[in-house]
């Protein structure tokens, strides 16, 4: 595994995390029958409207994995947390409070979780981690005490990589994510004429590229706050001019796969 870029991504995502949850914390959201389905944005008055004409200088800016993507035969493979955060960092852990492994329903916790308390992975961890599927979302949430080097005093520490598994060669656009990219930002513009900045909310659309290479199963995870917008999202993925060349596993078999595009303001 590359740890060094998996570690970078971990520290990002855990940030992203934090903030989502801060701002989630201060916005009611309407769940419908799927959590996983378009939810519902807030109905916005035009009197209680801040004027803001800054432009929208980015609108779709990631189309990939939910989170950081792992290679299923990677996950599979992993005994330890030193496995994600590499040899460097796992020597500066003095001892584990607690190691657990949890499914994640897009970026919340589920019950669905093993824990154990050593930085080693029991083998219900094992047996957890080799059982979930592609595009399957999980954090690997480590509570330990690390050494300081100065004082020798111990502090508590927490890190917690959230992380989506991947096949081994992921689905593809054939004419390349930023031709699809362009084509998502040409196809929306006359949908974002009016936007404003402090409107437009972070949003995710999913869909799965199926192992026969077509679009199925389009969803959002989240509203951009404009529903005009997310429903010609939808619409020009559905119907994008070109093809998709469908992931394949560790034997080239070709497997679904889910993918995730950000778009509307940055976020996580």
């Known amino acids: 595994m590359k740890k060094k870029?998996?570690?970078l991504g971990a520290l990002l995502t855990t940030l992203c995390i934090i903030l989502l949850s801060f701002i989630n914390s201060e916005q009611e959201v309407t769940n419908q029958t799927d959590e996983l389905a378009v939810k519902s944005a807030p109905i916005y008055e035009p009197a209680t409207v801040i004027p803001d004409n800054r432009p929208i200088t980015q609108f779709v800016h990631d189309i990939g994995p939910r989170l950081n993507p792992i290679k299923k035969t990677d996950l599979d493979q992993a005994n330890s947390f030193t496995d994600f955060?590499?040899?460097?960092?796992?020597d500066e852990i003095a001892a584990y409070q607690s190691l657990s492994v949890i499914l994640l329903d897009g970026i919340e916790e589920t019950d669905i979780r093993e824990t154990g308390n050593t930085g080693e992975f029991t083998d219900a961890q094992?047996?957890?981690?080799?059982?979930l599927p592609?595009?399957?979302?999980l954090v690997i949430w480590a509570n330990y005490q690390k050494k300081n080097k100065v004082t020798g005093q111990l502090i508590d520490e927490l890190w917690t990589p959230y992380l989506t598994v991947v096949p081994e060669n992921q689905a593809n656009y054939t004419k390349g994510k930023e031709e699809l990219i362009h084509y998502l930002k040409e196809g929306s513009?006359?949908?974002r004429i009016d936007i404003k900045e402090n409107i437009l909310r972070p949003a995710k659309l999913?869909?799965?590229v199926t192992k026969m290479g077509a679009v199925e199963h389009v969803k959002?995870?989240?509203s951009s706050g404009y529903p005009a917008i997310d429903k010609v999202m939808i619409e020009l993925i559905q119907n994008a001019?070109?093809?998709?060349?469908?992931?394949t596993n560790a034997q080239g078999e070709a497997v679904d796969q889910e993918l995730v595009i950000s778009f509307g303001q940055l976020g996580c």
């Open 5 to 7: 870029v998996l570690v």
């Open 85 to 90: 955060i590499g040899s460097e960092h796992a």
């Open 126 to 131: 094992k047996a957890l981690i080799k059982s």
């Open 134 to 137: 592609y595009s399957s979302n």
């Open 189 to 191: 513009k006359a949908a």
């Open 206 to 208: 999913h869909f799965t």
């Open 220 to 222: 959002l995870e989240r």
């Open 241 to 247: 001019p070109h093809k998709w060349s469908a992931a």
